[in-house]
């Protein structure tokens, strides 16, 4: 069977399954970024072009400080010790929604992370941050109010 072009993966159920394992929802944050690299290691042997990994969405801003704080470090060290294998591997990294809440330290990271990787062949990792579906069609109409193709419409 040919490997689809484009896998999109929605990360969910972490935390729960970091309570099931009778540690902490933190627990099963760490241990859901660690399958990261697994995830795109396979998805390399299968040919695939683009992986889009949602990873942080809009709605998660509503979940308790100390996780967001978790997350948001879990993050920074993530990018610190994984960076070199991303390169060793040719993974090529995007950042796909809005990072602009984001701290500044992070936010420079990640676009470190995918000025670095960008000329990496092998594959291309999507990670969607803080986005949203709701956030998506609305960044959809301001483009397209913003383009000629509009006016004729109104
Ligand atoms: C996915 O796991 C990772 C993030 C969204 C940050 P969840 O955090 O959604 O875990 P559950 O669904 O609450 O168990
Ligand atoms: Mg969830």
Redesign the pocket.
């Known amino acids: 069977m040919n490997s689809p072009l484009h896998v999109a993966i929605?990360?969910?159920?972490?935390?729960?399954?970091?309570?099931k394992k009778k540690k902490s929802?933190n627990y099963?944050?760490r241990q859901?970024i660690k399958i990261i690299k697994d995830i795109a290691e396979e998805a390399i042997r299968k040919k695939i072009k683009f992986l889009t990994l949602?990873?942080?969405?809009t709605e998660?801003w509503r979940?308790p400080n100390s996780?967001i704080n978790y997350?948001l470090n879990l993050m920074s060290e993530y990018i610190d010790s994984e960076t070199n294998k991303f390169i060793r591997k040719g993974i090529k990294i995007k950042i796909i929604g809005n990072i602009n809440k984001f701290p500044i330290k992070l936010k420079k990271k990640l676009k470190n992370l995918e000025r670095i990787t960008t000329t990496n062949k092998k594959i291309q990792l999507n990670i969607a941050l803080n986005y949203g579906s709701r956030q998506e069609i609305i960044n959809a109409m301001n483009k397209f109010r913003k383009k000629s193709l509009y006016k004729r419409y109104t």
């Open positions: 929605i990360m969910d159920g972490n935390g729960r399954w970091g309570l929802r099963g944050h859901g949602f990873t942080f969405s998660n979940r996780e997350l």
